[in-house]
């Protein structure tokens, strides 16, 4: 479950000004793969990676998949950015940082 940070802020912002109080899942409500992710951020790129995936960890979380309804019902909040949206708009900003 992957959220753009302007949806995040969207949330906070929110939860401030109507002095909310308590404890919120704020995300997407879509679980998205790895292998999901990693072509979302090929296509937005244009490169592709080598990936190595590796056997599962014991610890490891299978699925996230976030229920956000007390947070859209709070605050009438929703996330506005799905994800290739939000890629493209990280790398868009990533490419336009100076080298250092």
Known sequence: DYIY???LVA???AAVRTELE???NVGSAQGT???ELLAVI???SCLD???EFLPPRGFDVHT???DTA???HATGWVPQVALPEGCARYWSWLTRLPES
Request: charged share 20%.
């Open 70 to 72: 007390k947070a859209r």
């Open 49 to 51: 990676p080598p990936v």
């Open 11 to 13: 949330f906070m912002l």
């Open 64 to 66: 996230v998949v976030l």
């Open 42 to 44: 090929a296509n937005v």
């Open 22 to 24: 308590g404890v919120f």
């Open 33 to 35: 793969s790895l292998r």
């Open 5 to 7: 940070i302007d949806d």
